[in-house]
């Protein structure tokens, strides 16, 4: 997996920077081709000249040549490195990076690489408890892995500074395990590939300011679309209210309701081999909805908000999906094989992912999952807990297995 591919590894200014002499002795060792760029602060922990020495290649530190008025042949180094490489990791990454990386600061080598480079980027943040736990840190995080970067999360144990917490960097294996996941997502396999996919929430309307709609994000989807988009595919996203960016390549179509949503999927899905539905969708809205705000009355009259039954998108798609092959999700929160089987044969779907909101770290909102693919064979796969982006390359990986 890792013979020729070509690894750029930022280093910064924390005190595991030594272990990023480990990580290059491996790679190496393994086949990949190593670049090295260290921040300023990284060289007070490990020399250039280690890491030049073992990556058999230049460290660059400086984004600038080491006189104006001499060379430049070090003109836009940041720039083809970013161009160059098939995957990107930075170790350490220390609190400081992150936030820069987060904001988009292009203050040193390493930083402005980041924004040139089109390849995975993954990040395995080490530094004190404190620090890792700090809202500005967590927050930093959680938008790194929103944009689609794998982040290596740090071990719990005995620090540094002799606290024990989470902060510590993991050991060499599982890091190398990440790379080769990530790596393994970058291969075009969906090249070609007509993929739809269904994202968020639905709100229905009660009246023109209330609705009722549920606590999806829309990560999990948008995570799938942005995955198949790097593999290669034509994705085209059908998404309810959602924040979140639209990935670079998707062509995103917005809903608000469950009709709304159904009629995007009836006119979408001819044209998509693969068909990913992801979206919450509301089983019931209001009967009808007030053209004007429903007002409170003086006396403790409640108004009664009669309920009907939205479009079934899932099995309208189960019965007409001839050669395409149906992924949906099921959210349960008890006996989830068992519901999620029956959900499968009903709506005659090809794969269900399975997920329990109740889980620490699943369910809405949060930027990881811990999923299990069931087959129509009733074969079942279970996966650990890890970022939605990497569960969608596992879900992409089992449909096209
Ligand atoms: C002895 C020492 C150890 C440090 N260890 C870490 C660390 O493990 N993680 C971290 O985020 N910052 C650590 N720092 C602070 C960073 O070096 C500091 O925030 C620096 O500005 C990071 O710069 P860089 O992100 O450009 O490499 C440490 C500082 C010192 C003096």
Not at 62 to 66: A, G, I, Q, R, V
């Given at each position: 997996m890792l013979k020729n591919k070509k690894i750029l590894l930022g280093v910064t200014g924390g005190i595991a920077a030594y272990k990023a002499a480990y990580i290059v002795r491996e790679l190496k060792r393994l086949g990949a081709d190593v670049r090295v760029i260290m921040t300023h602060s990284a060289t007070q922990f490990i020399t250039p000249l280690t890491l030049s020495t073992l990556s058999q290649h230049e460290v660059i530190v400086?984004?600038?040549?080491?006189s104006t008025h001499e060379s430049t042949d070090l003109g836009v180094k940041h720039v083809d490195l970013g161009l160059w490489a098939d995957l990107t990791l930075i170790l350490p990454a220390s609190a400081n990076t992150i936030a820069k990386l987060a904001t988009g600061i292009a203050d040193n080598a390493l930083t402005s690489t980041a924004l040139s480079i089109r390849c995975p980027l993954l990040i395995a943040p080490a530094m004190d408890l404190d620090m890792y736990r700090h809202p500005a840190t967590q927050n930093n995080i959680g938008v790194l892995q929103d944009r689609g970067c794998i982040i290596i999360e740090p071990e719990t144990g005995e620090l540094a500074s002799g606290l024990s917490g989470p902060g510590r960097l993991p050991e060499l294996q599982p890091i190398l395990e990440k790379i080769e996941s990530a790596l393994a997502g970058t291969q075009k396999d969906l090249s070609g590939v007509q993929v739809l996919v269904t994202a968020g929430p639905t709100y229905e309307k009660i009246d023109p300011v209330r609705f009722i709609g549920n606590r999806s994000s829309g990560k999990m989807g948008y995570a799938i679309a942005k995955a198949a988009v790097q593999r290669g595919a034509d994705v085209t996203l059908i998404s309810g209210p959602s924040s979140l960016e639209t990935p670079q390549g998707v062509q995103r179509i917005d809903v608000e309701s469950a009709a709304e949503m159904f009629g995007a999927v009836q006119r979408e899905y001819?044209?998509?081999q693969f068909i990913i539905m992801a979206a919450a969708v509301a089983d019931f809205r209001p009967a009808s909805s007030e053209k004007q705000k429903i007002k409170k009355t003086n006396d403790r009259d409640v108004p009664e908000i009669k309920l009907e039954q939205t479009d079934d998108i899932l099995k309208f798609i189960g019965d007409h999906k001839d050669e395409r092959t149906v992924i949906g999700f099921a959210l349960e929160t008890e006996n989830e094989l068992a519901h999620a089987r029956e959900k499968l044969e009903k709506k005659k779907l090809d794969y269900i992912v399975i997920n329990n909101p109740t889980r620490e770290g699943s369910g809405f909102g949060s930027d990881t999952n811990e999923i299990q693919i069931l087959d129509k064979n009733g074969k079942v796969k279970e996966y650990p807990l890890m970022s939605k982006f990497e569960a969608a390359h596992k879900i992409l990986d089992c449909i096209n297995g």
């Open positions: 400086s984004l600038w040549p080491k001819e044209r998509h």
